[in-house]
Every structure is written in C-alpha cells, then in structure tokens.
C-alpha cells in the first residue's frame, strides 16, 4: 500500500511575503525603496491582488515595509527598529498570559550580564545618565512619591542595560519594562526600608561600573536582583 505523507503547500501570499522579506533583509532591497504597487507584482508573480495585498499587510505586520500616501505612495522598505522586537515580546506575554514569575526569572538572568557588559563598554555620558537617574530615584524615595520612585527605579535599570551598548538586551528590557513597573507597584513593597536598601545596592552596582569591574557589578546586581524577586513574590501572595 502507498504510504504518503500529508503534503501542505504554503499560501501563495506566504511564498511572496518569504521572497521579499529574504531580499529586504540581505539588503537587495535597500531602505526607502519603494516597492512596486500591487498590480505590478501581481504581473511579476503570477499571483492575484488579493495575494499580493495579503502579502504587503504581513510585511507590514513585520515593520519591513511601511504604507506611504499620497502622490508618491505604495509601500516603502523600512529596516527592523528595536520597536519590532519590543511590540513582539509585549504582544506575547500579554497574549500567551506569561507569568509574573517568570518575567522576574528572565529579568533576573538578564540584567547581572548586562551589568557587567555595562562595566566593560560604558562611556562617561553613561555615567552621567545613571547619576542623573540615581538621584531622581533618591528625590521620590525622600518626598514619599512612590509612583515617581517606582519609574526612577525603572528607568535607572534600563539606563544599566543601555549602558552595555548591546542593542538586542536593550531591546528586550524595554519590552518587560511595563510588566516590571506592574510588579512593583504591589501594595507595601516600596516601604522606606526597601526604598533605602535599593538606593544603596544601585551605588554600589554603579561603582562598579564605573570601576570597569564587571564580575563586581555582576555580582552586586545579581544578589539585587535575587532580594527583588524574593519580595515581589512575597507581596504577591499577600495581595
């Protein structure tokens, strides 16, 4: 007896979207191009409009292309932006219901690294940026101002992961960002006891950077990191 397997053919609108998203990202396609409209690579591909319009709107979809209107309209090249990456990973922790927990867990083995990148490669400007953020951070915690505390904190750590120059780290921290804020606006969490000891733990992480002491400010932001989890936790259950 002939045994065949189920045979699945791909949608003709996927095959286009494959070819142009291939040449757009090797840069055959270079940015700012226009491609050619809807009818015209129809002709070029054989297929319908309908499929070459699906096609566009995945690409779309993408951030490769991007619709322009008016008397020189169609569809423009665009380079992927860390936007792309920011909007997938949000759209899918919201989407697939990602657990707290594991948000922290993937903040917790990211950000030690980033740290010590951060150490290796920081520039003064750098430096400036987590000063400035640090003191913001002590202001709120002394006006009692927890919802400007709780962004200065934040803001205080993806200026760390900017300061490795890693743009993918970069990237992936800003699209946890708002889940991390989430998180640490639980009831009690922010006391003046938590506030004091975070404010000492970020100067001595940055001492380290500063110092270009990578397994330092690994290790500092490590045991940070580790007491944060333990207490988001903590209050989670509470509330």
């Given at each position: 007896m002939l045994n065949i397997p189920l045979i699945h053919v791909p949608k003709a609108a996927d095959v286009l979207a494959e070819l142009l998203?291939?040449?757009i990202l090797s840069g055959k396609i270079i940015e700012g191009v226009n491609l050619p409209n809807e009818r015209e690579l129809g002709?070029?591909?054989?297929?319908?409009?309908?499929?070459?319009?699906?096609?566009?709107?995945v690409l779309e979809g993408e951030g490769l292309i991007a619709k322009r209107v008016g008397r020189n309209g169609g569809s423009a090249v665009v380079r992927p932006t860390s936007e792309t990456i920011e909007r997938s990973v949000r759209m899918f922790i919201r989407g697939q219901g990602i657990r707290l927990e594991a948000v922290l867990e993937a903040r917790s083995a990211i950000e030690p690294s980033s740290a010590q990148f951060a150490a290796m490669h920081r520039t003064e400007e750098d430096m400036l940026a987590?000063?400035?953020c640090h003191v913001k951070l002590q202001?709120?915690?002394?006006?009692?101002?927890?919802?400007?505390?709780t962004k200065a904190n934040l803001e205080?750590?993806?200026?760390?992961?900017?300061?490795?120059?890693?743009e993918l780290l970069m990237a992936f921290i800003?699209?946890?960002?708002?889940?991390?804020?989430?998180?640490?606006?639980?009831?009690?969490?922010n006391s003046l006891e938590v506030r004091n000891a975070v404010i000492s733990a970020h100067r001595k992480v940055m001492d380290a950077i500063r110092a270009q002491d990578g397994e330092a400010a690994a290790r500092r932001m490590g045991r940070h990191m580790g007491a944060y989890v333990v207490n988001v936790k903590y209050f989670d259950k509470k509330t």
């Open positions: 998203r291939e040449k002709e070029k591909s054989g297929l319908s409009r309908s499929s070459v319009r699906e096609a566009l709107r987590l000063e400035a202001l709120a915690s002394k006006a009692g101002d927890l919802s400007a505390y205080w750590h993806v200026q760390v992961v900017s300061a490795s120059h890693n800003s699209a946890i960002s708002q889940s991390v804020f989430v998180a640490t606006e639980l009831e009690g969490f």
